[in-house]
Each structure stands twice: as structure tokens, then as C-alpha cells.
């Protein structure tokens, strides 16, 4: 079993559409979840983290933790063309090394 | 202004070169990694370092090395290439504690021919 699982899509969504990106993971014991957008070619960068149980927003962003189903979801409201890429979950350990899903494509569709 | 760096960005080299990627960050952390990742695929962990003179193979076998003597700059090496080496080298570093987030370069793209 991997330590985090992602449905790889590629996940299509018409331009202004909710795109929602869904992430699990085995360690009870992590306690620091993170999505990172990855346009192609290019390295990850950082969107949300989340620490707690519930939701935490920014801007078009949203994050929800649930650590008793040990899921993560990341939102994106208002979807623009700009937001395709592919979107990693990424789990930090109790030793403090993270792990990584093997990332959803989203596609926004003008 | 604090950041991570990645040299050299491309690199194509011939079959049995030794090669050195460079990582060096600025923002003090203490752990550094190493990803390779093939394209549209998913990051594989291939060293780690926690602090100086500290380093550790990750879950990929890989037949690089790695050195940490100084916090700011965690070198990759590989001492004979080979086009499966061919891939996108990830260099990305992390303060201590347990909710800080990894900040990555902007990556090295190795082409062996």
C-alpha cells in the first residue's frame, strides 16, 4: 500500500466549474498535509497546507482535512484555464519525511 | 531573498561521464532532498539529508551519491552515467519541525546520450 494514494484523472472541468482533488493516506501519525501544483516541465510549487481537522480556504483554494478517514481534499473554486496542471498531495510523516501521491492532471476547458 | 538553487537547469552528457548536480538553498534548513521524476510521472525519493554530515538513500535504488558538509549545499553525483539516468532531478529542502511545508528548485533536466 502506498503512503499517499491519488486518483492520477486526468480530471476535466469546464472554466468556472469546482474542480475537487481527492487524497488518502496510511499514516495515522502524520500530522502535516500539503497540495502542490506542478505545470509540466516545471517544479512544484506550494498552494495549501493543513494542520487540523475541518477547512482551511485562500482565496479560490480550500483544503479539508479528516484525519479519522485519513483523507485530504483540495477545491478550486471559479476554475481557470490557468489552474491546469497536475496537483500533488503531499503527507509529512512523523520522522519528518514527506510522501508524495503520484499527482491528479486537471484540465480546465474555456 | 532566500530561495533554493539548481545548477546547471538541461544538461546533456555522454554515456560514462561523471556529473555532479548542484543544490544550494538560503534559507537555513536543515533537511534536504533529492527527487527524481520522471516526466508525467510521480516524485521518487533518492537521498535525504538531515543536517550535516548526515545523508540517507530514499526508497528509489539509485546509483547516485550524495555529500552534506555544509547546511547551505547538498551535491548529487553520479559517477558513470547511463541513458536510464535520463530524468528530471528534484532538489528541495525543509526547515526542522513537524508542519513546515518543502520548497523545491527549479529542478535539473539530465539528458544521457
Known amino acids: 500500500q502506498k503512503e499517499v494514494e491519488q486518483n492520477s484523472g486526468p480530471l476535466s472541468v469546464p472554466e468556472g466549474a469546482i474542480a475537487s482533488l481527492n487524497c488518502t493516506y496510511s499514516d495515522r501519525g502524520s500530522q502535516s498535509f500539503f497540495w502542490y501544483r506542478q505545470y509540466s516541465g516545471k517544479s512544484p510549487e506550494l498552494i495549501m497546507s493543513?494542520?487540523?481537522?475541518g477547512d482551511k480556504e485562500d482565496g479560490r483554494f480550500t483544503a479539508q482535512l479528516n484525519k479519522a478517514s485519513q483523507y485530504v481534499s483540495l477545491l478550486i473554486r471559479d476554475s481557470q484555464p490557468s489552474d491546469s496542471a497536475t496537483y500533488l498531495c503531499?503527507?509529512?510523516?512523523?520522522?519528518?519525511?514527506?510522501?508524495f501521491g503520484t499527482g491528479t492532471s486537471l484540465t480546465v476547458i474555456p | 531573498e532566500a530561495d533554493i538553487y539548481q545548477t546547471p537547469r538541461y544538461l546533456v552528457i555522454g554515456t560514462g561521464k561523471k556529473i555532479t548536480l548542484e543544490c544550494s538553498q538560503t534559507?537555513?534548513?536543515?533537511?534536504m532532498y533529492w527527487y527524481q521524476q520522471d516526466p508525467g510521472m510521480e516524485l521518487h525519493l533518492i537521498h535525504y539529508?538531515?543536517?550535516?554530515?548526515?545523508?540517507e538513500k530514499g526508497d528509489l535504488s539509485s546509483e547516485s551519491t550524495v555529500s552534506r558538509i555544509r547546511t547551505e549545499h547538498f551535491p548529487l553525483t553520479l559517477e558513470s552515467a547511463r541513458p536510464s539516468h535520463t530524468s528530471q532531478y528534484l532538489c528541495?529542502?525543509?526547515?526542522?519541525?513537524?508542519?513546515?511545508?518543502?520548497?523545491f528548485g527549479q529542478g535539473t533536466r539530465l539528458t544521457v546520450v
Open positions: 493543513i494542520y487540523s481537522n
Open positions: 528541495a529542502s525543509s526547515d526542522h519541525g513537524q508542519v513546515t511545508e518543502a520548497f
Open positions: 534559507m537555513g534548513h536543515d533537511k
Open positions: 539529508s538531515y543536517g550535516v554530515n548526515s545523508t
Open positions: 503531499a503527507v509529512k510523516a512523523p520522522g519528518n519525511q514527506f510522501y
